[in-house]
Structures are given as structure tokens and as C-alpha cells.
């Protein structure tokens, strides 16, 4: 009884070593006496006890690897870069990703120092930035040609992060403030320059105003005098004494105008009603000298 008992747990061991299960995602390399018999994909599978060995269970999955790299650039400034690249195994080729390579990451990353090494030297910093994508497709490149033949797809490689010396940066944030600075001057000046146009078209436009303005009031004054000069010769008065009439009112209203404000800094010269009189005199004579060089003209 104890050996048919013991003969039946052995069986029960036997029984449960030939089965084995794979994850989804994943392939197991089952080996027959040391030696590749076969790949096992995700579900039940069923091998020789004690023969058949799982030696590996393979990651089907993408899976990404950061490599940090320290390089130069052509203007002599060095950066680190972190390049993260995702790969995955080729599910037709488990076998050569186990067996040819003894540590992919390793070859990963030497392959992405190499490339990166090879292309960063070739661009100032300014153009590794604006160009990152370019560096990313030819490590993808690369890689792509390098490990497919050891059983495994690049997926996509990606430049992370471009870290410049720490003085580099500060020397960088200056620059683009001092930009900044010189575009925000320009600006300024601009509207300083349409300020002052501006005001000036202002004062033009006042001006051309004003003048009118003291045309218009000149116009009319002299109808005021003409008007006054035709009533006083309605009156029996003659045109010189209307006109001295007319002057000497003026002035007193003048003088009138200018003792009404006390704030006045306006000098009439000369101030004396004489001095209004041979004024106009001397306007007569000139007058009467042009019409009689007119005449003489015409004749």
C-alpha cells in the first residue's frame, strides 16, 4: 500500500511537470537537454518532464531604455542628452533576441552613444534644439539596421532632454532678456515717434485753425469799418475824419481791453491818442502816394 501510494505521488508530480502556462505577452524558450527545441506562446502548453526545460520567459511587450549621454556641440558647448529609445522583441525571432545577445540594453546603449556622438558635434546648440528630431530618426536608423538582426524592433527613439552646462543656460537667459529689452526699446521708440507725429499734426492742424480764425475776424472788422466809415459819411462826414474817428476808438479800446485784466503783459507803443492821429496820417499819405504812382502807371 505505501508503494502504490508513493508510486501514484510521484505520477501526481510527473503529471503536474509536463504542463506549464505562458502569459499573455510573453514567450517562453523551452530547451530539450540543453539544447533550443522551441518557442511557447501565451496560453497551456505541455512538455517532456525533466527534459523540457523553460530556460526563459521573453517580455513581448515595448519596453524603453534611457540612455543619458554627455557630448560637445560645434560651438564648443557641452550638453547632456537623455535619448530614451522603445523596443520591443520580434515575436517571430525569440530565439535569436535570447540567444545572440548576452545583454541588449548594453548594445542599445552603445549604438545610441555612438550615433550621438557622430552627430551632435556636427550642430551648434541653437540647431541641436530645433534639430532634436533629426538626431532622434538617425539613432532610429541606426538601431533599427543594428538590431533587427539580433531579434529586435526599434520602435521610436525620442531626444528627452538637452541639458547645457549650468552657466551656459544663465548665459543663454541673458541674451534672450537683452533681446527682449532691445525689442521692447524699439517699440517705445515707435510710439514715441507716433506721439510726437501725432502732436505735431495736432498743432498743424490748430494752427491752420487758428489762422483761419483770425482771418475770419480780420474779414470782419473790416466790414465792421466799412459799415462805420458809410454811416459817418451818411453824416456829413468826410472819409479822413471817419477814419481818425475809428482809430481813436480803437485805441481807447485797446487800452481798455488791456487795464481790464490785471495779468495783462501786453505794451501798447506808442499809447497816446496823438500818436494814433499821425499814425493814420502817414497811412493816408501812403495810400494817396500808391494811387497817384497808379495813375501815372495807367497813363
Known amino acids: 500500500m505505501t508503494y502504490l501510494g508513493l508510486i501514484f505521488f ?6 503536474f511537470a509536463s504542463f506549464f502556462t505562458v502569459k499573455q505577452a510573453t514567450a517562453a524558450i523551452v530547451e530539450r537537454l540543453g539544447k533550443f527545441h522551441s518557442v511557447r506562446h501565451a496560453g497551456l502548453h505541455l512538455k517532456i518532464p525533466f527534459i523540457d526545460v523553460v530556460t526563459k520567459r521573453m517580455n513581448l511587450r515595448i519596453q524603453q531604455l534611457d540612455v543619458i549621454i554627455d557630448t560637445k556641440t560645434l560651438d564648443n558647448v557641452f550638453i547632456r542628452m537623455k535619448v530614451s529609445v522603445q523596443y520591443q522583441v520580434i515575436k517571430e525571432q525569440v530565439a535569436d533576441s535570447f540567444y545572440k545577445l548576452e545583454n541588449p540594453e548594453n548594445q542599445i546603449t552603445s549604438y545610441v552613444f555612438d550615433v550621438v556622438r557622430a552627430e551632435v558635434p556636427k550642430l ?3 540647431d541641436v ?3 532634436k528630431d533629426d ?7 541606426e538601431l533599427q539596421e543594428a538590431m533587427r538582426s539580433y531579434g529586435y524592433d526599434i520602435i521610436k527613439t525620442l531626444v528627452t532632454d538637452i541639458d547645457p552646462d549650468e552657466q551656459v543656460k544663465h548665459a543663454m537667459n541673458r541674451i534672450n532678456a537683452a533681446e527682449r529689452e532691445r525689442t521692447a526699446a524699439e517699440y517705445e521708440s515707435e510710439a514715441q515717434k507716433i506721439r510726437i507725429v501725432a502732436v505735431a499734426k495736432a ?9 483761419q480764425g483770425i482771418a475770419d475776424q480780420r474779414r470782419e472788422i473790416a466790414k465792421g469799418l466799412q459799415e462805420s466809415v458809410e454811416m459817418l459819411n451818411a453824416a456829413n462826414i468826410n472819409a479822413q475824419e471817419a477814419s481818425a474817428l ?3 476808438t480803437q485805441h481807447y479800446d485797446t487800452l481798455q481791453s488791456i487795464g481790464a485784466n490785471n495779468r495783462s503783459n501786453l505794451v501798447l507803443l506808442p499809447n497816446s491818442p496823438n500818436s494814433a492821429s499821425t499814425m493814420l496820417n502817414d497811412l493816408m499819405v501812403s495810400l494817396a502816394a500808391t494811387q497817384k504812382m497808379d495813375d501815372l502807371g495807367s497813363k
Open 10 to 15: 510521484l505520477g501526481f508530480i510527473v503529471l
Open 124 to 126: 551648434k546648440l541653437d
Open 129 to 131: 534644439f530645433v534639430r
Open 135 to 141: 538626431i532622434a530618426i538617425a539613432v532610429k536608423g
Open 203 to 211: 498743432e498743424a492742424e490748430s494752427k491752420k485753425l487758428q489762422g
Open 246 to 248: 475809428i482809430v481813436v
